[in-house]
Antibody, heavy 120, light 109 residues
Framework: EEQLVESGGDLVHPGGSLRLSCVVSGFTLSAYDLSWVRQAPGKGLEWVSTLNGRGDRTFYADPVKGRFTISRDTSKNTLYLQMNSLGAEDTALYYC?????????????WGQGTRVTVSS | SYVLSQSPSVSVAPGETARITCGAGNIRTKSVHWYQQKSGQAPVLVIYYDDHRASGIPERFSGSKSGNTATLTIDAVEAGDAADYYCQVWEDTSDHLWVFGGGTKLSVL
């Protein structure tokens, strides 16, 4: 059974940093694109970032470009999201999601999310 | 940037048909995926590549696309179908990659 378990969410001050982790099981990290999707309180889903299966291409939504970095450690079966220069607009529940394949394949599996709150 | 337009809410009585739409200028050239998100839960894939039902999704759920609109249809709606529904496309003409619609809240009266 595939599982994705996020962690690392916390309350952080504006301008601070945080690193989210997503430990996966039941599939090989390098065989699929993996993504982060966030959902601000009471709002819709917003794609944040994707790392391709080969691990050599990263993609970011405009609001996080230059501040967030997606990466992985295949030896630990873990996907990361390093978030810097956080602002109130980054407050959200952050999900990691496994693409069903690469490219246009849908997000077949999701974690339960980890909550990030940016506040002074 | 690419924008997907969804109506904020749809209300139907149990047993009726719900149609949730997702509009964009050239959506006919895109592959559309649909997700269901019940309150307090993670999203679940229901329809992929326009009209393919995901594993475990009842046959009451179907997807279609015509002109500038993709539609998620739920026949014989049940109380348990109440949720937010999001469409999604892969925007491969830019680095923005993935776009979600704003979501439609389905209420079952």
């Amino acid at each position: 059974e595939e599982q994705l378990v996020e962690s690392g969410g916390d309350l952080v001050h504006p301008g601070g940093s945080l690193r989210l982790s997503c430990v996966v099981s039941g599939f090989t990290l390098s065989a699929y694109d993996l993504s982060w999707v966030r959902q601000a309180p009471g709002k819709g889903l917003e794609w944040v970032s994707t790392l391709n299966g080969r691990g050599d291409r990263t993609f970011y939504a405009d609001p996080v470009k230059g501040r967030f970095t997606i990466s992985r450690d295949t030896s630990k079966n873990t996907l990361y999201l390093q978030m810097n220069s956080l602002g109130a607009e980054d407050t959200a529940l952050y999900y990691c999601a496994k693409n069903q394949g690469s490219g246009s394949y849908p997000f077949a599996s999701w974690g339960q999310g980890t909550r990030v709150t940016v506040s002074s | 940037s690419y924008v997907l337009s969804q109506s904020p809410s749809v209300s139907v009585a149990p047993g009726e048909t719900a149609r949730i739409t997702c509009g964009a200028g050239n959506i006919r050239t895109k592959s559309v995926h649909w997700y269901q998100q019940k309150s307090g839960q993670a999203p679940v894939l229901v329809i992929y590549y326009d009209d393919h039902r995901a594993s475990g999704i009842p046959e009451r759920f179907s997807g279609s696309k015509s002109g500038n609109t993709a539609t998620l249809t739920i026949d014989a709606v049940e109380a348990g179908d109440a949720a937010d529904y999001y469409c999604q496309v892969w925007e491969d003409t830019s680095d923005h990659l993935w776009v979600f619609g704003g979501g439609t809240k389905l209420s079952v009266l």
